[in-house]
């Protein structure tokens, strides 16, 4: 026992090192310490609620986008099972900064799984934890493992499924072998609805005493695309930012979109102009005389400025599908190209040329 | 002596000669506590590393310049050994993972962990936190850069990361979700004709305008090029005056031969030729990247305005097959072999639907 007496002094020790939380970034400060606090995913929370009420739990395959709340819905969820005390003993988190090669995780998970401590369900804190009868076994990131490795954790998960539960959390469900996944309850987790995001940003202005206007939530919203702990991240900065100005100024949509490295109207617009898209404030202007020339030279001067390709076709392409005129032949054409883009920046190819390519491509299509 | 880029770079935030907004942004987030990883992207020379480094400074104080470097030997699972250069003070510390190549992810999880898991010894450091910059972050491999995920959200009490790259795209998005994205744009056309003036005033001569136009419409919007090619011109030349031309580099010149070379003959035997000048670039490590955009621009600049958009589109394709493929040549050749064929049919005004339907 002695070992885990000093597991536990080292503990305390290093309780008092924490940071003044007023100093902490709100992402950490505002991560959700229970379930309950999960914004949206009410499918996977009810599922989930449940099982802290019976003694059993599947093995769980949580997957969705970044920001979404796949780790601290599992991280909640050991908490509430084990309480703090047995947190430690009972729950084994494996992200993808460890080491993860099959005989390592074998490693692991064997002089993990070997002594079964017998928990007190009455914690430290006076409260009550379910504290069922088996470890849960984290593998955050798993979609970063080698095939290999996720052929051989099958049989992990087989010989010690009396005494343990898998909790395999990825972006990429696709990259999760059957075999593997079918072992799992899966849990989707979806990007969040603007309704949930808002409650959630609100809360947490509120909370820090931010006075945000509802342009400036819709701002952060849009921006963020669903991913809260963006959204999160801009906030605080954005309100950094306004209060360190003489006097205190208030947060504009504008400072947001600045923060998200979204590209202004303007400059998407004058780039759709060159090619040949129509925009509002361009319509009087004459088309270039040798468009090549021009949208080349439109293209260096976007790379200049440092946009990233990614989000400028991001940008063009909403643009390109909403646009009130273009025709359905025009748009689909346009699709293709932004499909073909996406996947060649995906594999790293050189921005300037794809930017190129989707802008010459459009102007094919569109003129 | 060292060179005018380092010896009369700004310092502190303030010093800065341009992007005043971000300055006074970056100075309010190093300010406070809460201060967030941060992902800098732009194009080179834009200076990028000049403000990461006065950001630095405001946010540990003067410590932070006194610089130990090292080399340090890495593991990997498989028992070999990688070797990188460290760059540190008592405040922080920075590397180059792609220096390891593939093995980059080893220097991440095992020199980060450290980092991570050891707290600020100097009791009198102005931050809890020590910072880590990740040199050419957009060169991370897919591993290492999952690696970093869940180190970023763990460590966030003792750690900071700062990723310096040129663009984000190459980054997933689970990493771009952790950092506040910092732009930092190329300086405007004035904004590279005041500093080039400050440079000058500060190494003791007067600059003629016209002689900064010229430096800054071949560099580009690279500053740290501009002031490069200025020390050189002032070496070659000491007075500035009269007809100063700038040298173009030897491989532009050379990309510029075969693009001509290209355009002048379509046969078997001059592919012969232009593959024999690849190689030459090649073996010189001219990024095939590089080699590839140079000759394909010096194309459309002479060429009729109907083929142009055909040798762009088919150089997009090539560069990224290129960099998935191993061997470089094949698709440079392929390349050639495309531009002459479109470059030939067009000239004999010859039917090329046919050709290019899948295009
Ligand atoms: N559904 C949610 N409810 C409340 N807060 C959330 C939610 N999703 C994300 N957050 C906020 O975002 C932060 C990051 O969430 P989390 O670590 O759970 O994301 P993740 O889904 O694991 O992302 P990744 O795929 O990048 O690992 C949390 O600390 C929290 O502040
Ligand atoms: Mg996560």
């Not at chain 2, 932070?64 to 990188?84: A, C, G, H, M, Y």
């Not at chain 2, 955009?293 to 958009?309: F, L, M």
């Amino acid at each position: 026992m002695s070992f885990f007496d000093k597991r536990t002094s080292k503990t305390a020790s290093n309780a008092k090192h924490v940071v003044d939380p007023a100093l902490q970034p709100w992402v950490e400060k505002y991560r959700p310490q229970t379930i309950d606090d999960i914004s949206a995913q009410e499918h996977t929370v009810a599922v989930l609620q449940k099982t802290l009420t019976s003694t059993n739990l599947p093995h769980m395959l949580f997957y969705g986008p970044p920001g979404t709340g796949k780790t601290s819905t599992v991280l909640a969820l050991s908490k509430q099972l084990f309480g703090p005390d047995n947190f430690r003993n009972r729950v084994l988190e494996l992200n993808a900064s460890d080491e993860r090669g099959i005989s390592i995780v074998r490693e692991k998970v064997k002089n993990f799984a070997r002594q079964t401590p017998r928990a007190q369900a009455v914690s430290e804190d006076g409260k009550v934890y379910p504290c069922p009868p088996y470890k849960i076994i984290i593998l955050d990131e798993a979609d970063s493992m080698t095939q290999d490795a996720q052929g051989a954790l099958r049989r992990i998960m087989e010989n010690y499924a009396h005494i343990t539960r898998f909790c395999l959390v990825c972006n990429y469900v696709t990259r999760i072998i059957e075999p593997l996944a079918s072992r799992c309850s899966k849990f989707r987790f979806t990007p969040l609805d603007p309704h949930s995001a808002t409650d959630r940003l609100n809360h947490i202005a509120t909370a820090e005493r931010v006075a945000v206007t509802p342009e400036v939530i819709d701002a952060l919203i849009k921006s963020s695309g669903g991913d809260l702990r963006r959204a999160i991240t801009y906030l605080q900065s954005a309100s950094r930012l306004s209060s360190s100005t003489q006097p205190p100024t208030p947060i504009t949509a504008r400072d947001i979109q600045e923060i998200a490295g979204t590209v202004p109207d303007q400059v998407l617009h004058g780039f759709a102009h060159v090619i040949g898209v129509d925009v509002p404030g361009f319509q009087n202007e004459p088309p270039p005389k040798s468009p090549f020339d021009a949208i080349q030279k439109k293209v260096k001067e976007l790379s200049r400025e440092g946009y990233s390709a990614t989000q400028l076709l991001n940008q063009l392409h909403d643009l390109v599908v909403l646009h009130p005129t273009l025709n359905g032949k025009q748009k689909s054409q346009c699709g293709l190209v932004f499909a073909e883009a996406d996947k060649a920046l995906c594999d790293g190819a050189d921005e300037e040329l794809w930017t190129l390519e989707v802008a010459l491509q459009v102007h094919k299509a569109v003129v | 002596m060292s060179l005018w880029v380092d010896a009369y770079r700004p310092r502190t935030l303030n010093d800065l000669q341009y992007h005043k907004d971000l300055s006074a942004r970056l100075k309010s987030l190093a300010s406070s506590g809460d201060f967030p990883h941060m992902l800098f992207y732009g194009p080179s020379g834009a200076g990028k590393k000049t403000r990461i480094t006065a950001t630095l400074l405001e946010l540990f104080g003067n410590g932070v310049d006194k610089l130990k470097i090292d080399q340090r030997v890495f593991l990997t699972p498989s028992k070999r050994k990688v070797e990188v250069n460290i760059v540190q003070s008592n405040y922080h510390i920075e590397i180059t993972p792609s220096e390891a190549g593939n093995y980059d992810r080893v220097i991440i999880q095992e020199l980060i962990k450290e980092i991570a898991q050891t707290q600020q010894v100097d009791l009198n450091a102005k931050q809890r936190f020590k910072v880590v910059i990740i040199n050419e972050a957009d060169s991370l491999s897919r591993d290492a850069q999952a690696a970093l995920r869940r180190t970023m959200e763990k460590y966030m009490s003792n750690l900071r990361i700062i990723l310096c790259a040129n663009s984000t795209s190459r980054l997933i998005a689970p990493i771009r979700s952790r950092c506040l994205l910092i732009r930092v744009p190329a300086p405007s056309k004035s904004e590279m004709q005041d500093v080039m003036q400050y440079v000058s005033r500060r190494a003791g001569f007067d600059l003629p305008p016209d002689v900064s136009d010229k430096i800054i419409a071949d560099c580009d919007g690279n500053m740290r090029k501009c002031i490069l090619v200025l020390e050189a011109l002032k070496m070659q030349s000491p007075d500035l005056t009269g007809d100063v031309t700038i040298a173009k580099p030897d491989w532009e010149l050379y990309c510029n031969k075969v693009g001509d070379m290209i355009i002048a003959e379509q046969t078997p035997a001059r592919v012969m030729d232009v593959r024999a000048k690849l190689y030459e670039l090649l073996s010189h490590c001219i990024p095939p990247t590089v080699i590839l955009k140079t000759i394909a621009e010096r194309i459309v600049s002479r060429v009729d305005e109907a083929i142009k958009p055909q040798i762009m589109h088919w150089a997009a394709l090539y560069e990224v097959r290129m960099r998935n493929g191993t061997k470089k040549i094949f698709h440079l050749e392929a390349w050639v072999i495309k531009v002459m064929s479109i470059y030939k049919h067009h000239f004999y005004g010859m039917d090329l639907t046919e050709l290019m339907e899948d295009f």
